[in-house]
């Protein structure tokens, strides 16, 4: 396939807007996952867009704090129209370079002012709380997001790593389209609870890191395998022991997928998106040829039986390792 054109789309919520199932997550061109290079980078969303068919980026004013915002409002330059733009608010930096998190409905409009205009664009398609601040009423903040659709900048707005009972105060105060929240075949508990509500309440699912950061590409032998560099040692599920388990773990990923004629990585993904039509997938990278395996994971066809014997051959809870440090994990999940 390698092209998303042809893709039957699917609708966000009760919005007008219509996506192909797969999009992409822009948080790596901001130096996450290793060095990036916004010129290659600008090139390479270019390609996503014009060759590809790619028409939903994820981006937020925390990655690069601004510059990820700022790379995509150069790409998009005559492209604008061609996507449906999510970026997202809520993570600060307070003193230290410690990250924080403001849901104050004054925060909420400067946030948005500002990524409008590292954006370059009037505005925003889908507008994401990032992270739920408990010091402030849900109803507050979505009241704030509220005004910006009144205001026109933004469209429609959603919530990320919110859990079922904010998800729900939420969208009594404004529909929420979509929410997102971390969802793999190695990450499912919080995910799956969710859904719970989304699907009840005619909210999409927005599922990042659905490759488990690159845990079911099938990339690692070992820790060996990691560059001395590379930032995936700093996460838990790739630490000493925990790797060793769960490349274990992922074991019958990498048996099906050679059985199945695909890669590990675009099998994760059919599983992700044969969960239902609710669900879309933004998978993050910077390579194109990547993007292009990441596509056709659609031609990859699981039936009834071959989701749930994936499913059942990474049970629910057996991954080894939290999905963030211990002080990140505070944030998730509120």
């Known amino acids: 396939m390698a092209d998303l054109r042809n893709a039957s789309k699917r609708q966000l919520g009760a919005s007008e807007l219509r996506i192909a199932p797969i999009g992409l997550g822009c948080m790596s061109f901001s130096g996450v996952y290793g060095?990036?290079?916004?010129?290659?980078?600008?090139?390479?969303?270019?390609?996503?867009i014009d060759d590809l068919g790619v028409d939903i980026l994820d981006s937020s004013d925390m990655y690069g704090w601004g510059h990820n915002e700022t790379l995509l409002g150069k790409a998009l330059a005559g492209r604008r129209d061609k996507v449906v733009l999510i970026t997202k608010f809520g993570q600060v930096q307070g003193e230290g370079g410690v990250n924080g998190v403001d849901g104050r409905p004054e925060y909420v409009m400067e946030a948005c002012d500002a990524s409008l205009k590292r954006l370059n664009t009037d505005v925003i398609d889908l507008y994401f709380q990032h992270r739920i601040d408990p010091s402030v009423p849900i109803e507050d903040t979505v009241g704030a997001m509220a005004k910006l659709v009144e205001q026109g900048k933004v469209r429609y707005i959603g919530l990320s790593e919110a859990k079922p009972e904010t998800i729900?105060?939420?969208?009594?105060?404004?529909?929420?389209?979509?929410?997102?929240?971390?969802?793999?075949?190695?990450?499912r508990e919080e995910a799956e609870e969710t859904r719970k509500s989304t699907l009840d309440l005619g909210i999409s699912f927005v599922a990042y890191a659905p490759l488990g950061r690159s845990l079911l590409t099938g990339g690692y032998s070992n820790l060996s395998s990691l560059p001395d560099d590379s930032p995936h040692k700093r996460h838990p599920r790739f630490a000493d022991e925990n790797l060793k388990k769960n490349l274990e773990l992922i074991r019958p990923v990498e048996e099906?997928?050679?059985?199945?004629?695909?890669?590990?990585?675009?099998?994760?993904?059919?599983?992700?998106?044969a969960q239902g039509g609710d669900v879309v997938a933004i998978p993050g990278t910077k390579s194109i040829e990547r993007m292009k395996q990441n596509i056709d994971a659609l031609d990859v066809r699981l039936s009834a039986d071959e989701v749930a014997s994936l499913s059942a051959a990474i049970p629910v809870g057996a991954?080894?390792?939290?999905?963030?440090?211990?002080?990140?994990?505070?944030?998730?999940y509120q």
């Not at 060095?35 to 270019?46: F, L, P």
């Not at 729900?168 to 990450?187: D, F, K, N």
């Not at 991954?319 to 998730?332: E, F, H, L, Q």
């Open 35 to 48: 060095k990036s290079d916004d010129a290659a980078a600008i090139t390479m969303i270019g390609q996503a």
């Open 168 to 187: 729900r105060r939420a969208h009594a105060t404004h529909p929420v389209t979509a929410v997102q929240t971390e969802y793999s075949l190695v990450y």
């Open 256 to 273: 099906k997928a050679k059985a199945k004629g695909c890669t590990p990585a675009q099998l994760a993904l059919a599983w992700v998106l």
């Open 319 to 332: 991954v080894s390792g939290t999905r963030y440090p211990a002080g990140a994990m505070k944030a998730v």
